[in-house]
């Protein structure tokens, strides 16, 4: 078996994984970043739908991002009287995520990351971590490991690190739409019959639609595909489309516990969803888990300088997540949402002034992780095509 070496392995080439290498390279360090899918456009787990905060401090590729969406609609189980939040900002964007992951990708090779596409990464022995790639086994020694590696982390499990156990599942379909009459709109449905204790949603932006349920798995009565079919012959915010025969199937898990309290330790870290950085309320991981990679490059770039291990004791999950608690309440509330009364009861509350006020600011508000690292405006992800 061959055995390379670098500064910092990081295995994951979703957005955590991409942000985190190409930072690192930047900083002169030398990074092989492995992912087992065979392409960045397959295999999309993401609906990608960006918030504003991410849309201000990331200089996302522009050509890569959909329309701006300023309107929220909340409906209630059988969709009768929705509750509709018009933002006086723009609030959200959906990426073109193919693109955007290829732009991302561009960005780290230019910074000097060496990708390695369908190599997984299988464990480790001793100094030297093992993938399995596309010519057979081989292995990497590494200063540091960073598993970027999604919300089943097999780099938390090999470091002794902390796991997630409190997930959703998610699954949508994508397809284009003609440009309609109405403004660019995100649809959510509070109901625990196709979403149990989560949203099912649609996001029409005028050039795609994408129709989506997420919920725990064991609540759902007849499986997660299901409740997406059901939920997709009635769902809202899609009059005058047809739904094509060929759509995009995109879907997978999404921990909502919070961030975890041992991301770091003197051999590697954490970042994205394998570290939980993702909203336990809103389920939203794009902003966080860029966010996250910040901080991380930070002490990783700190700790090969100054070839010390112990400033990973600055990457401190437990820290992060005493900002969450308000969202872990809030989580707790959603996830007792069982039945469509309490759902309907809870629309009672939201129609009241304090009710739309609470949701406009979980909806529009800046809450969605907090400020973990100082970070310019450097042109992280490159243009898209
Ligand atoms: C259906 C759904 C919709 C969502 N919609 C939104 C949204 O609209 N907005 C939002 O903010 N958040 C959304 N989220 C959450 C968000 O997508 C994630 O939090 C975010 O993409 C996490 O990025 P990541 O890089 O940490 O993980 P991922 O994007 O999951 O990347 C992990 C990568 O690691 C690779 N990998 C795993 N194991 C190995 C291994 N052993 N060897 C090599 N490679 C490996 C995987 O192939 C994958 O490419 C959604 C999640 C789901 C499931």
Redesign the pocket.
Known sequence: MTTDQVDVLV????????HTATLLARQGHEVLL????PT?TG?I???????RRTLEDFPLPPDCLGPAIRRVVLYPPGLRRPVTLDSARDEYR?GDMAPLYVAAARAATDAGVRIALG????GRRGEVFLLAGRDGPTGVRARFVVG????????ARDLALDRNRHLL????EVFGVPRGDGPPAFHCVLDPAVAPGYLAWV?NDGRHA?V?V?GYAHRFRDGLRGALRRFAATAPGLSGVDRPEEVER??????VGGVLRRIGCVDGLL?????G???PL????????LRLSELAAAVLDEALRAGRPTALAHYDGAALRARFRGRLLLRQGLAQVRTPAVAAAAFTLLRTPPGRAAAGRILFGDG?FPAVAPFAARPATGRCR
């Open positions: 295995v994951g080439a979703g957005l955590a994984g991409l492995v992912e087992r899918r960045l295999a787990r993401t609906t990608g739908i960006f918030v959906v190599t997984r990464y299988a970027a590696d999604g919300a089943r982390s097999r780099v599942v998610g699954a949508e996001v994408h989506g997420a995109r879907g997978g898990p999404i921990p970042v994205g969803d394998a570290a950085a993702v909203s809103t389920a939203g991981g794009l902003d966080p888990c969605s």
